[in-house]
């Protein structure tokens, strides 16, 4: 049975996944979307002790993460399977594992050691705080790394207190930098000839998403405070109440705020002298903001939607998850696709690429399911098999 192939970009490339919970495994569901042979490396069930965090395997989050996969299991705790794994690494492109820092060390797999064996293996790490320096040894969690990174002290309403965001944001970044960075050395390596060591951490990701915050404070010195739904420098930026919900408004510029007041029927506004330019409107945004809100709740969100967009001013309405699904726009982009072999709809790809676009091209693998296929294609037979699984070693 030939290596699942969800798109023809990367099938020239194998992964070896090691990868648990949730950062490492959306690394990796990058590189497999787009059509490397992932081998998600698992321990044999009688060793499992559960996917920490993840949710149950037959569960939507562990659906979502681990499609256009291969699975094996293989015990890394015993000598077997560690001669195993590094029988593997001499036929792979990258290996991924997301360990506290010490495990690799302790199991005889990390950077130093596998790179023995393949002088071209790119070896990926994600760790919860880097993986030297007085904090590498503590254990990493999304939201801790949201607060560590100064992402909640600017997250929430004014005075309420720091919030945490809605999604793990850390965890994904940190993988999407991951896996940013693998295809980097990649890159590289076609030059070089050789592989290195890829390391990010969930304290670096986050601290890099905060962008124009961190640049206000490295070049300027200011310290970002909360700013709930206005924007720190647009205004009018935010959530206005409108006669049926909520919607969001976007001014960027005098020309948009200019054209925004006139498509809400508001050109009072434009003569007031607290609002005529940026600073002003900024340093009014909280009475400007109750002006237009009693203006929008004279209708309702769609109809302030169509006018404002019709006028080239940025808007746009707040749904639920269920009414984003909905959502013409989201239907025809294919934010939402069926996987390939089953009913099951999935978060697609959202980056297209014209020739070799991205599928789902099959479900998340039963644990182990492909042990036996992937062993004989490193060129173990049938009773050296057995004789693994006999012995517990996968």
């Not at 060390?105 to 393949?118: P, Q």
């Not at 951490?201 to 909360?226: I, T």
């Not at 003569?271 to 900024?282: F, G, N, P, Q």
């Not at 099951?344 to 790809?349: D, N, S």
Request: glycine share 10%; net charge negative; charged share 25%.
């Amino acid at each position: 049975m030939p290596a699942p192939q969800a798109s023809a970009a990367l099938k020239r490339f194998r992964v070896l996944d090691l990868t648990r919970v949730r950062s490492g495994p959306t690394c990796v569901r990058q590189l497999a979307d787009w059509g490397a042979d992932v081998i998600k490396i698992e321990m044999p069930p009688h060793l499992d002790e559960g996917e920490a965090l993840g949710g149950p395997r037959e569960g939507p989050d562990f659906m979502n993460l681990h499609r256009n996969k291969r699975s094996m299991t293989l015990d890394l705790k015993s000598p077997d399977g560690i001669a195993l794994l590094k029988r593997m690494v001499a036929g792979a492109d990258v290996i991924v594992e997301n360990f506290r820092p010490d495990v690799k060390h302790r199991l005889g797999i990390a950077y130093d050691d596998l790179k023995v064996i393949n002088p071209r293996l790119i070896y990926a790490s994600i760790s919860g705080f880097g993986q030297d320096g007085p904090y590498a040894k503590r254990p990493g969690f999304d939201q801790i790394a949201q607060g560590m990174g100064g992402l909640m002290s600017i997250t929430g309403l004014p005075g309420d207190g720091p919030v945490r965001v809605g999604i793990p944001l850390a965890d994904l970044t940190a993988g999407l930098f991951c896996a940013l960075g693998i295809l980097t050395a990649l890159l590289e390596r076609d030059v070089s000839g050789e592989g290195q060591w890829v390391q990010t951490s969930l304290l670096q990701a986050q601290a890099f998403m905060l962008d124009f915050q961190a640049a206000r404070f490295l070049v300027k010195g200011e310290v970002a405070r909360q700013a709930g739904n206005n924007h720190p420098t647009s205004i009018p930026t935010g959530v206005f109440r409108t006669s049926d919900g909520f919607l969001n408004l976007a001014t960027t510029g005098q020309s948009i705020w200019e054209r925004c007041a006139k498509a809400l029927d508001a050109e009072s506004l434009l003569a007031r002298d607290e609002y005529k330019t940026m600073v002003l409107r900024s340093d009014n945004r909280d009475a400007l903001n109750r002006e237009l809100e009693a203006v929008f709740l004279t209708a309702p969100t769609s109809t302030w939607v169509e006018r404002l967009n019709a006028a080239g001013v940025p808007c746009g309405p707040i749904y639920r998850i269920d009414e984003m699904f909905d959502d013409p726009q989201v239907h025809h982009l294919g934010i939402a696709a069926k996987v390939a072999d089953g009913d099951m709809r999935l978060m697609a790809q959202p980056v297209r690429l014209s020739r070799t676009p991205s599928h789902l091209d099959r479900a998340p693998p039963d644990c182990g399911g492909e042990t036996d296929e992937i062993l004989h294609e490193i060129g173990l037979g049938a009773d050296e098999i057995a004789a693994l699984r006999a012995a517990g070693t996968i």
